[in-house]
């Protein structure tokens, strides 16, 4: 069984940059695409962004391109979300899961998520 714990949220000025961690342990997620997504108050979670096992594709949602970057360390089965450029919209609950389908963007493609960790950028 997989176990994934987010870490890394906080509270940020809008502009500021946090960079958020999501380890596995447990059975490793060896040659899985992981992906991070997020819940904001009131609405539905959403996808943020994916990486390969390899680390050679990422995608990313529209509203974070340019601004946030997925990394992984699979010699630490850890994987990164970088945030720069933070907006207030992008204030949420960060979950990373094990992409088990094969769309990048789908929730439902996605299982053993992690508790989540939050996200609250001031304006």
């Known amino acids: 069984q997989v176990q994934l714990v987010e870490s890394g949220g906080g509270l940020v000025q809008a502009g500021g940059s946090l960079r958020l961690s999501c380890a596995a342990s447990?059975?490793?997620?060896?040659?899985?695409?992981m992906g991070w997504f997020r819940r904001a108050p009131g609405k539905e979670r959403e996808f943020v962004s994916a990486?390969?096992?390899?680390?050679?594709?990422?995608y990313y949602a529209d509203s974070v391109k340019g601004r946030f970057t997925t990394s992984r360390d699979n010699a630490k089965n850890t994987v990164f979300l970088q945030m720069n450029s933070l907006k207030p919209e992008d204030t949420a609950i960060y979950y990373c899961?094990?992409?088990?389908?094969?769309?990048?963007?789908?929730?439902?493609?996605?299982?053993?998520w992690g508790q989540g960790t939050q996200v609250t950028v001031s304006s």
């Open positions: 899961a094990v992409q088990y389908g094969t769309n990048w963007s789908r929730i439902g493609d996605y299982d053993h």
């Open positions: 990486i390969s096992w390899s680390g050679a594709s990422t």
């Open positions: 447990g059975r490793t997620f060896s040659g899985r695409t």
